[in-house]
């Protein structure tokens, strides 16, 4: 019907422009008129003047697209809303059911062969998901009942393995790790090498759950595909495998062949692991990478003055392309030019040296002090905060002036943690003495000593 | 100049707004289509990466929350309330109270226990005068920063140099944050160190039920005016931001609430304290900073951390939030022109920018004369048919389509509407809004060229009822307490 007014609409309006009445309302009235007639009583009529006017009929026929793609949007909220909704009544009719089967087998009132029974071959998969959600709640002997639950429909699980998209094989995986991982470990090891790096990352935290040894080795020697993530983020994930894992992250922290952020995160987890003996292998990790860094020293000077020299070129280049440098230092460049763009180049081994201190700094003893205190003057803002966080620890007496220097730091937070590691040393005195007075850090020792009463 | 001249300009004129009509709906249509790819892809990603685990973890890094405070005596409490209890493992608040000449101060100080304590700052960005830093005595993670009155984008600011975190939250302090919201929006940073920011989704709570800081129950408001803003949001965040953020040219992120990395805000230069629009500014900054200095970074939007906020209810309301918007969107991109067609910036200059630039900048001038001269056409002279044809075409119809793809995306993804009168009411919103509200909100918009023209720097006053307000009037109380109830007995289950 809607269809049919359309058209006829379509011919009036053809008529108009066919019209030379329309050159007044009223002549444009009666052309419609006509128009509606002439579409009722000669068959040929609306053809023929779409023919003659092709703009209009393209017109008329991208209004009938829109219109027809607003009723399929329209459908498609209206079908998602119904069948989200039908969805939804029927989890929950499907949990009321379950329920109370799965917590009698738990309860050991029914044993778990008869779950063919109450599990339709469409609801298979939605059943699993079920049972995975109750693993969250349960181990040991339940934990063992949910999975032999579940042991009819995991084929259907793992055949998810193969399907091409990334998230339903990563969703395999982790169903598998939950619900089967003896059964499926060898699928989930090749899940590693997933070209996905979701799917790699998944297998990589089902396995640093299993506190297998055996499992971490291949996470370690993987740990490169997942670059992208945060070093803390993959610290924890290893920190979970527990103790066992403690011998094969320090041998992956020692290696020196290792990619340094491999390192980094390995020595992370040690801290997180509580592991006493790496103490002394970041002392030597630390002194190895004072070694290389003469080397390291000379490519930041080199890099230094091309840095300056295109800060300049940029600088022109922005005046010709159209920013306008006024504008932008009237509204955001600071008065003076933030800290932290010029507190020196990051070191290229920052996160392996600062990791290495804060190993220091959890497990060090007194005589790891000497390491520590090679990273002081770093020139890379980070190194000395941790250096000095490090001090904080495993210092003694003849670090008082040090840290009290640092106090001056170009670094606040270097100058932060200096007031700190005065505090842990006991050397509350000279903070006290900044804090009385009125200085750019006075602030840094206020709020250290408030601290330290908190 | 003769008639006829003056006739072929206006003729001119009038085929050009068709085309900026056309090209402007077909790239939302584009993005709509990017923002359904991009939606079906990251909820299947969400069934794959557990967020209960994330939330446990130790590696998830820690977080401060600046929000800034004008006179929010009415929603303070109420938000802070809400900010307490958000699911994340360390994070901690920070209300900037922007010279409030309210009450906000010490209701805070009364409500908290807060207690005036030294605290250093980690970063110099220049803003006005620190009157004092204050700490909860009750709750270790909440601080309040009293300043001098110096706008929103000055207290962000101060809460930068006050921040000890690696990544901070900015949100506006008449927010209410999802409790997950945290963790969800924290994700990006985890699975890709080099993510400096992410923006969140923005929901409009007005007439929704408010109980114990957070949002117990969804409602579609009942005033038309927000209706049509829900509509709006949804289109723009879903539409815009997800298409875009598919494409990777993500170029604003909500000031409402956004995650950033501390360290390259502060290198950037924090944000602009001369436009009303810092939260685009300092996106746009941060990618020219990036892109000139060849840091590698990533800017996104997730689509599953909310916020909810309250939509004026007003017209004058709306009028002033819209001339803002426009004024801050124009500073943003004339500041930063040079990005523009710069191939230094790859997708950024000769995609998103260009959009921004002529689309949305632009855009309003040739709406509204397109208006003026469409009614000056069809009343004072006879209009070619052809012409009134394609305009309906392109304006009603082609918004009718883009308006009613976004309330299907909302279907497709989250659903926060549940009522099936809520869906209809979408639906219906969807095509109305096409007679009246869509060109009431282009005149604002072009008051907005003109307020920027002219260097108009007010911020404009928001109309406040307060989220306590919201519940009260909705004078419900065994509803409210039926529904966290229901939601309590999930939690546990």
């Not at chain 1, 029927?90 to 738990?106: D, G, H, K, Q, T």
């Not at chain 1, 993530?229 to 920190?239: Q, R």
């Not at chain 2, 924090?270 to 800017?299: A, F, K, Q, W």
Request: charged share 25%.
């Amino acid at each position: 019907m809607k269809v049919f007014a359309r058209i006829l609409l379509g011919g009036a309006i053809a008529a108009t422009l066919v019209s030379p009445a329309s050159a007044t309302f009223a002549g444009q009235k009666d052309a419609y008129a006509a128009a509606i007639r002439r579409s009722f009583t000669e068959p040929d009529f609306l053809y023929n003047v779409a023919l003659s006017h092709p703009f209009l009929l393209f017109l008329i026929a991208s209004i009938a697209v829109l219109f027809i793609m607003s009723c399929v949007f329209c459908g498609l909220a209206v079908t998602y809303r119904r069948r989200n909704n039908a969805m939804a009544a029927r989890w929950i009719r499907m949990e009321a059911e379950w329920e109370p089967y799965v917590v009698s087998v738990l309860n050991g009132e029914q044993l778990p062969v008869s779950v063919g029974d109450h599990v339709r071959g469409e609801d298979r998969l939605y059943f699993v998901d079920f049972l995975t959600r109750f693993t969250m709640r349960f181990q040991g002997e339940e934990l063992e009942k949910i999975s032999e639950l579940a042991r009819p429909f995991l084929p259907d699980v793992a055949a998810h393995l193969h399907m091409k998209s990334a998230a339903q094989r990563a969703r395999a995986v982790q169903t598998l790790g939950v619900l089967a991982f003896s059964r499926y470990s060898v699928e989930i090891l090749n899940a590693l090498d997933d070209e996905s790096p979701l799917v790699a990352m998944i297998a990589a935290r089902t396995l640093s759950k299993k506190e297998h040894p055996e499992y971490v080795e291949p996470v370690i020697l993987r740990l490169y595909r997942f670059h992208q993530w945060s070093p803390k983020f993959l610290a924890s994930m290893l920190s979970t495998i527990g103790p066992k894992a403690a011998p094969l992250l320090r041998k992956a922290y020692a290696e020196r062949s290792n990619d340094s952020q491999v390192r980094a995160v390995a020595a992370e987890s040690l801290r997180m692991l509580n592991d006493l003996s790496s103490a002394d292998l970041a002392a030597t990790v630390l002194a190895e990478e004072k070694e290389s860094e003469t080397l390291t020293d000379r490519e930041k000077r080199r890099r230094s003055a091309e840095s300056a020299r295109s800060s300049e070129k940029e600088m022109e280049e922005a005046r010709l392309e159209g920013f306008d440098p006024g504008v932008a230092a009237a509204s955001s460049a600071p008065v003076e030019p933030v800290r932290e763009a010029v507190e020196g180049i990051p070191h290229p081994h920052r996160d392996l040296i600062a990791s290495s201190l804060r190993l220091v700094r959890s497990f060090g003893r007194p005589e790891h002090a000497d390491t520590a205190r090679l990273f002081c003057d770093s020139s890379d803002f980070v190194l000395r905060e941790f250096a000095f966080r490090a001090l904080g620890r495993v210092g003694g007496g003849e670090d008082v002036q040090r840290l009290q220097d640092a106090l001056d730091d170009s670094s606040v937070w270097v100058a932060l943690h200096a007031a700190r590691a005065l505090r842990e040393l006991g050397a509350e005195n000279a903070l006290r003495t900044l804090a009385e007075i009125e200085q750019p850090r006075s602030d840094i020792a206020r709020q250290v000593l408030a601290e330290s009463v908190r | 100049m003769t008639n006829e001249q003056a006739w072929w300009i206006l003729n001119s004129f009038n085929y050009a707004v068709l085309a900026y009509f056309f090209l402007l709906n077909t790239t939302y249509l584009a993005t709509s289509i990017f923002a359904f790819v991009g939606l079906r892809r990251y909820s299947r990603r969400l069934k794959a990466l557990d967020i209960e685990s994330l939330i446990t973890s130790t590696g998830a890094p820690a977080i401060t929350v600046i929000a800034p405070a004008f006179n929010e005596e009415l929603t303070c409490v109420t938000t802070v309330k809400s900010l307490l209890e958000l699911r994340y493992p360390d994070y901690e608040i920070m209300i900037v109270n922007d010279g409030s000449t309210d009450e906000m101060l010490p209701r805070l100080k009364a409500a908290f226990e807060l207690v005036r304590v030294p605290r250093a700052d980690t970063a110099n960005i220049p803003t006005m005068q620190i009157r004092g830093i204050y700490r909860s005595e009750r709750y270790e993670n909440l601080w309040v920063v009293d300043k001098e009155n110096g706008g929103k984008a000055d207290s962000l600011n101060a809460g930068i140099n006050f921040c000890r975190t690696s990544l901070f939250c900015s949100m506006d302090a008449d927010c209410l944050l999802e409790r997950d919201a945290l963790t969800r929006i924290v994700r990006p940073f985890l699975e890709n160190s080099d993510t400096i920011a992410a923006g969140g989704l923005i929901r409009i709570a007005n007439d929704s039920v408010i109980a114990g800081g957070r949002v117990a129950e969804v409602r579609f408001p009942r005033k038309w005016l927000v209706g049509f803003q829900v509509l709006e949001y949804l289109r723009a965040f879903f539409s815009g931001r997800m298409g875009w953020d598919v494409l990777g040219v993500t170029l604003v992120i909500s000031g409402a609430f956004g995650l950033y990395k501390r360290s390259v805000v502060v290198d950037a230069g924090g944000y602009s304290t001369s436009t009303v629009g810092e939260d685009m500014e300092l996106v746009v900054r941060l990618h020219r900073h990036c892109r000139t200095n060849d840091i590698p970074y990533e800017i996104g939007f997730v689509a599953d951390p909310i916020a909810w906020t309250q939509a004026p209810e007003t017209i004058r309301g709306l009028a002033r939030q819209r001339d803002r918007w426009q004024r801050g969107l124009m500073e943003s991109l004339s500041n930063h022109r040079g990005i523009l067609f710069n191939p230094k910036f790859g997708k950024i200059g000769f995609l998103g920018f260009p959009y921004f630039y002529f689309l949305e900048m632009m855009g309003p001038v040739i709406e509204f004369g397109g208006y003026i001269t469409f009614l000056a056409v069809v009343f004072l002279a006879t209009p070619p048919v052809i012409y009134v044809l394609a305009f309906l075409a392109v304006s009603i119809v082609y918004g009718i389509v883009l308006s009613v793809s976004s309330v299907a995306l909302e279907e497709l993804s989250y659903r926060r509407y549940p009522k099936s009168g809520d869906l209809v009411r979408l639906l219906l919103f969807s095509i109305f809004e096409n007679f009246g509200y869509r060109q009431m909100i282009t005149v604002f918009r072009f008051k907005g060229v003109i307020s920027s023209l002219f260097r108009v720097t007010e911020w404009g006053k928001a109309d406040r009822t307060g989220f306590d307000g919201v519940c009260q009037r909705e004078n419900d109380r065994k509803r409210v307490a039926r529904s966290m109830k229901m939601k309590i007995s999930e939690a546990a289950r």
